[in-house]
């Protein structure tokens, strides 16, 4: 089998020259938002098993900064855990959207703010044990309040914090959204805050 | 329709006093890690849409510090990603296991050391949007080296970084784990760095 072109050299360890191959054999399920394929590995005993992948569009995820320093999250009800999340505003990719457009799209229909500047913080895989979503990052800036236009299925809740206060949240459980913690992570190394800490 | 006891009272905002119903209908798919559910959601138009849940046992993470502050990583072959990842060690829970007690296996299988300390962190949901996946982060103290045991299909290679380096892989995108990110950045918070940074 050929090399597998999609290797990420900077992560790959001369250790494990020959890594394990996969050979996709073919969705088996699908669903509005993923599918699933199974694909057959060729574990290092020579053996080859199937496992299941859930397959994702991808997804972007926007940290709105405000001109005094707050950023604007939601309370969000997630029909999958059947309960209120706090969160930074987020959505899937459309088929072939853009992923800065579909930033500056959710920033508006979601918290109601039309970004002047949008930058990418980069990214990362969301549960990469057994999907391959990729979540993008922004960092939205020069604010300017529109009308929200939450879809139906949407029941989204606005506010501001400071960084602070989302460290407290953080810490204390309020915030339990891996992408938004994540997100803010990246924000806070790339941007540290000036004022005390 | 009864409330839902499931709920979350800290995030749950007064504004939405009626939050959607979700009627369970019935797994549609099953793999060997995860399955997926159809519900049933009555949205506040009135009208129930079905929409499709990825259902997953849970699974675990773990910060492992050695004595000198430096922390144990993986690079972890992803055949769902087909490329070697950057890490902290984790692995899903198996059925009716204790989530401390997976943490204590998961470390020394993959990692190779043994802790006698390790504690709670919370955890995280890594993609509420259609996963009910909830991530329990562990911090492991006062290690001792013991042989790993990696199982079939398990591509790992075990290192060492201080958390100025892991910050700087946050940064410029060694480290695309969200797990990872965001377990570490709850770390940070609960146990700031007492050097220099």
């Known amino acids: ?3 597998d072109p999609q290797v990420d050299a900077r992560s790959r360890s001369g250790a494990f020259a020959s890594s394990p191959t996969v050979a996709k054999t073919g969705v088996i399920f699908e669903s509005r938002v993923f599918w699933v394929e199974r694909v057959e590995v060729c574990d290092r005993d ?3 098993r199937l496992r299941d992948v859930v397959r994702h569009p991808g997804a972007v ?6 001109a005094d320093g707050r950023l604007v ?3 969000n009800h997630r029909f999958t855990l ?3 999340m706090v969160e930074f505003c987020a959505g899937k990719l459309e088929a072939g959207e853009d ?3 579909a930033a500056l799209r959710e920033l508006e229909e979601e918290t109601g703010y039309r970004a002047a500047n949008i930058e990418s913080l980069g990214g990362y895989y969301t549960s990469p044990g057994f999907c391959d979503e990729f979540m993008r990052i922004y960092r939205a800036t ?6 929200t236009r939450h879809e139906i299925g949407e029941e989204i809740e606005i506010f501001t914090a400071t960084r602070e206060e989302i460290r407290a949240m953080i810490v204390d459980g309020t915030l339990e959204d891996g ?7 990246k924000f806070e190394l790339l941007f540290p805050e000036v004022t005390k800490r």
């Open 82 to 84: 059947r309960r209120w």
């Open 179 to 185: 992408k938004s913690i994540a997100a803010f992570a």
């Open 1 to 3: 089998m050929d090399p």
């Open 46 to 48: 020579g053996a080859t």
């Open 99 to 101: 992923p800065q457009e």
């Open 61 to 66: 995820t926007v940290i709105p900064v405000l």
């Open 142 to 147: 020069d604010l300017t309040p529109v009308p």
């Open 73 to 75: 999250l939601i309370r």
